[in-house]
C-alpha cells in the first residue's frame, strides 16, 4: 500500500517472501538451536536489505520502479533457487520451535492473528500520526508541490519500498512456519494477489488516495473469494478470471470517483 501511493509499484514482494523463507528455513534446519526471534529478526533484515535494493535503484538511478521490481522479481527468485541448489526444506528438517510459534494462541486468538492486529495498527498509526505517512499521501498526490513543500520525493519512496520489503521478509517466516515447507514455488504468483488487494480496497494506482482499513479489507475479501468458491466447485480457472475482474471493476470504480471529485472543484470554484 505503501508503495502504490507513491505512484510506484514493487512486484518483487512475493519472490522476497519466497527467498527469505528459504534463507530462514534453512537457517533452522542448520542450526536448530538458534532462538525463533533471532530467526524473525533475520527475515526482517534480509526482507529490508532486498527493499532497500529496490529503493535504491528507484531513487539514485531515476529507473522506473515497475522495471526494477520487474527485474528483482525474477533476481530473487533466482536467488532463492540458487540458495537451495532447487531442494526443498521439509517439516522434518524443522525444529519444533520455529514451527510452533505462530501455532499457539494467545486470548483466544492465534498468535497469526496477533501478528496482523499488531502490523495493522502500526501501520494505520504509520499513516495518521506520523509526518512520513503524511509524506506518503502527498508524494503520490503531486511530487512537484511536495518538493517544494520540502519533502524529499525520492527518499519517501526508498522508504516505502524498504517498509514493503521488512513486510515481506516477515511473511517469509510466517507463510514457511504454517505450512511447514519452503521452497523454491513458495508465494509463486501471489504479485497479483498483492496489488488486488490494495486496488479492491480503494488504494489508487495513480497514488496518493488509500487507507490501511481499505487495504485490509481488500485482502479479506480476496481471501474469502479464494476459500468460498472451491467450496462451491467453481474452477481455479474461473477463480483467477473473478479476480481479475474484480481489480477491473476497482479501477474503473476509483477512476471515476475521482473524475467526479475533481469536476465537483471545479464547479465550486466556478460558482
Excluded: H
Excluded at 189 to 209: D, H, P, R, W
Excluded at 236 to 244: C, D, E, M, N, T
Aim: proline share 3%; glycine share 12%; charged share 10%.
Amino acid at each position: 500500500m505503501v508503495v502504490i501511493l507513491t505512484r510506484s509499484i514493487d512486484l518483487s514482494m512475493a519472490s522476497n517472501l519466497a527467498f527469505t523463507g528459504m534463507a530462514v528455513a534453512m537457517t533452522n534446519a542448520a542450526f536448530p538451536g538458534v532462538p525463533v526471534v533471532l530467526l524473525v529478526v533475520m527475515a526482517l533484515a534480509i526482507g529490508a536489505a532486498l527493499g532497500v535494493l529496490n529503493g535504491a535503484l528507484v531513487w539514485k538511478l531515476g529507473i522506473p520502479a515497475i522495471v526494477v521490481t520487474l527485474g528483482t522479481l525474477t533476481i530473487y527468485r533466482g536467488a532463492t533457487f540458487v540458495l537451495s541448489g532447487g531442494a526443498w526444506v521439509n517439516a522434518d528438517a524443522m525444529s519444533p520451535g520455529f514451527v510452533a510459534l505462530q501455532r499457539a494462541s494467545f486470548l483466544g486468538l492465534p498468535v497469526l492473528s496477533w501478528f496482523a492486529i499488531v502490523a495493522v495498527a502500526l501501520f494505520w498509526l504509520l499513516m495518521t500520526r506520523t509526518p512520513l505517512g503524511r509524506s506518503f499521501y502527498a508524494a503520490g498526490v503531486n511530487p512537484t508541490a511536495s518538493v517544494y513543500a520540502g519533502i524529499d520525493v525520492g527518499r519517501t519512496k526508498f522508504l516505502a519500498f524498504v517498509i514493503s520489503g521488512t513486510v515481506a521478509g516477515l511473511c517469509g517466516y510466517l507463510w514457511v512456519s504454517r505450512y511447514v515447507i519452503a521452497s523454491t514455488e513458495v508465494a509463486n504468483g501471489y504479485e497479483l494477489q498483492i496489488i488486488a488487494a490494495c486496488v479492491i480496497g480503494g488504494v489508487s494506482i495513480a497514488g496518493g488516495i488509500g487507507t490501511v482499513g481499505g487495504a485490509v479489507l481488500g485482502a479479506l475479501f480476496l481471501g474469502v473469494i479464494g476459500s468460498a468458491l472451491p467450496v462451491v466447485g467453481v474452477s481455479p480457472f474461473w477463480q483467477l478470471a473473478i479476480s481479475g475482474a474484480a481489480i477491473l471493476v476497482a479501477v474503473v470504480l476509483n477512476a471515476r470517483g475521482e473524475k467526479k471529485q475533481g469536476r465537483i472543484i471545479l464547479r465550486k470554484a466556478a460558482a
